[in-house]
């Protein structure tokens, strides 16, 4: 059996995107792709790629952003952004804190493998 590790951020992000707008389990359900740039190209710092909504009872809240490296991706929580360093730290994926105003936290999707884990932060963030 070929074993194969995917390690493109463009790929990556289409994953994420599959797993957020797909399911409609549990939070999912109000969970929403929005600004999507589909031709995005992966940049060193980041191209933005997406932006992941929560909408409840006629409220649209972001709740981060998706931005793609090339080896990787990048998501910038904005909303419940100490919730959500605990539940990836939790989940075994790289976090930092972005100290502007308002802070965010950055999570670190470096594998296709690790997208079920940042899936699981985003719905322990909505179903909370």
């Not at 599959?18 to 600004?35: N, T």
């Not at 190209?41 to 191209?47: E, I, K, L, R, S």
């Not at 100490?82 to 950055?106: C, H, I, N, Q």
């Amino acid at each position: 059996m070929v074993e194969e590790r995917i390690e493109d951020g463009t790929r990556i992000a289409q994953l994420l995107a599959s797993e957020l707008d797909g399911r409609e389990d549990g939070g999912f359900a109000e969970m929403a792709l929005a600004e999507a740039d589909p031709d995005v190209d992966p940049t060193a710092d980041g191209a933005f790629a997406y932006a992941v909504h929560f909408e409840r009872a006629g409220e649209d809240e972001r709740l981060a952003a998706v931005f793609v490296h090339p080896d990787r991706v990048r998501v910038e929580f904005v909303a419940s952004v100490e919730r959500a360093a605990d539940r990836a730290s939790e989940a075994g994926l790289r976090v930092r804190p972005k100290a502007v105003d308002p802070p965010r936290t950055l999570v670190f999707v470096e594998s296709g493998a690790a997208v079920k884990r940042v899936a699981d932060v985003f719905e322990g963030l909505v179903g909370a």
